[in-house]
């Protein structure tokens, strides 16, 4: 990094600083700019994204995806299908030189993609002396995904308004291995469309992992080919299903994103749908109390065929994700119908457990652990596998998703009840089982990340992002610096160094639980919101400066759109911190919103004539 002080007379500027000089999200590790007389550069229309090192079909691939991220967007300076600017804007860019390409450099010819995988890169847009007019720009990273994120944040820098470029350098990598986001189409059927523009989000800002809860209770869309009666008797409708060739291609959609997909089948608990109509049986038959058959539960760990018919299961749903991963669930598995059932009460008997449910789900979960440890399958589950004592892999990633919450009620005149002094917020609307209940912020996800890492296991934190628990129509711009504040390493640990801690969180999770989302409105609920939550995942623990990251938020929303992707404003319309700023050119015909000079207007979508990014 030393020998890019060569490139003009430069100041470094960190995240920390309160001089912000660029737009991206996430912003970068460290950031250097020119302070030549010209200190950007123009694109021309002939500009392109060049290989200067190792290549692959993942990087031309990418390379032409992000020469029309620039080149194509929508609504930005359409002007009729002209895509040239204004002649009463030409003189902009007077003065400035063209930058005909960007080399892209890949040390590395592996184009594996894991939790492991090096995602750093370097970005030089400059000369390469200081008094050389010799303009060049190079992005150099070891893997194909790290070149994706310079790439990206290329993309980010450039002022649409004369589609030109600040001559800066950029050195970057993430916080933390994994930055996820779970989406949810069992509760409601999201079609593979709204999917694969999920993952274009995802890649805008740096997101790597895709958590997919695929089936649940309430239906199975999965259509497998060993069972199809699961989605035959499990989906909405013929319609609402995903098919081998459907995960395919959201699979290799997500690859070409450096994006890993991971799969939830949630057992023992959250089951019915689809699964009634297996035969032998592999669900639990409940009882009531005068002996009658009285519904279905939990699969029931009492019989063989409920084991072949997962070992089949998972030797065809892990193959076809990829990603060397798997999401058990095992969250909230409810014993009463165990304890009902007279064949699961004779099989803990005669193990010697008495009526010990503990016990019995530790011998499911052990079974089902060890058919995926012969896939070479790493596991994924949410807290409440470790939290009742269940003997885990020390590579099993605990989700700890409870206690970001706690339930608060309404008052008999409907108002909120706040609790510990803080806001409650509506999740499950106004109707339905849920009516009047509320919930309200703490930290009491600080005890289980404790308690995980003290016991040596590594964590990704999602209960302080879920997306779904906010209230309709409350202020969005109260709702994502809760996201953004969240410190995940912010437990006691007294046996651990901090170094310790650091290494044991391997991530951040948003997620979006389809209760009420469905697919028009699904892009919308989650950006820009999971910004916040990729950002915390990617920069250092001290860049926490809620008013920049608002000034970047409302410009990532505008690339979102610029980029034919779902985004609800980031900023209140009109607020005076960004003046005429608020609006993207997306909402008003592609047309730029003339801003004042004004640290919060938009210099990228706008015309701000003083800006520190201008």
Known sequence: FSRLLTIGVAVLVTQTSPQQLIDV?????????TTRNVSRATLPSTFQFSVGGASSAILESAMTRFHSILFEKKGIHDYGGDRELPQDRASSTIGMEALPRCSVVVQDTNTELTPATNESYQLNIGHNNLNSDDLACTITAQTVFGAMHGMETFCQLVRHSDMSVRLITIRDEPRFPLRATMID????????????KHLDAMSCVKMNLLHWHIVDSQSWPYVSVAFPELSEHGAFGPAETYSPADIRQVVEYARDRGIMVIPEIDTPGHVWAGLAALEPAVLTTCYGTDGTAAGTGNLDPSKESTYAFLKTLLAEVVPLFQSGMFMVG???VQYDCWLSNPGVLAFVEAKGWGHDMEKLESYYAERLLSMLAEQNTSVMCWQDMFTIGLALP??????????????????????SVVRNNETCSAE???GGPWFGKMHVRDNSWA???????????????????????????SNFDEV?????????TAFNAPNLTEEQKEASVQGVEACLWSSWVNKDNFGNRFWPAAAAVAER???????????DFRRRLHALTCELQSRGLPAEPAVFGGSFFFANGTVCPQEVGGVEIQGPSNPGCLPRFSSCASWANS
């Open 428 to 430: 499950y609307g106004t």
């Open 480 to 488: 994502w610096p809760y996201y953004y504040t969240i410190e995940p």
């Open 447 to 473: 005890a289980a990340m404790s308690k995980a890492a003290t016991a040596g296991f590594r964590t990704i934190l999602s209960s302080p992002f879920y997306l779904n628990a906010e209230n309709y129509g």
């Open 185 to 196: 189409t069992a509760r409601r059927y999201l079609p593979v469309e709204n999917i694969l």
């Open 25 to 33: 999200v996430p912003n970068c590790l460290e950031v250097q700019a």
């Open 394 to 415: 020390k590579d099993t990633l605990i989700n700890v998703w409870s206690g970001g919450w706690e339930w608060c009620t309404k008052d008999t005149s409907g108002s």
């Open 330 to 332: 095992g969250d909230e």
């Open 537 to 547: 995942g990617w920069v250092a623990k001290d860049v926490t400066s809620v008013d």
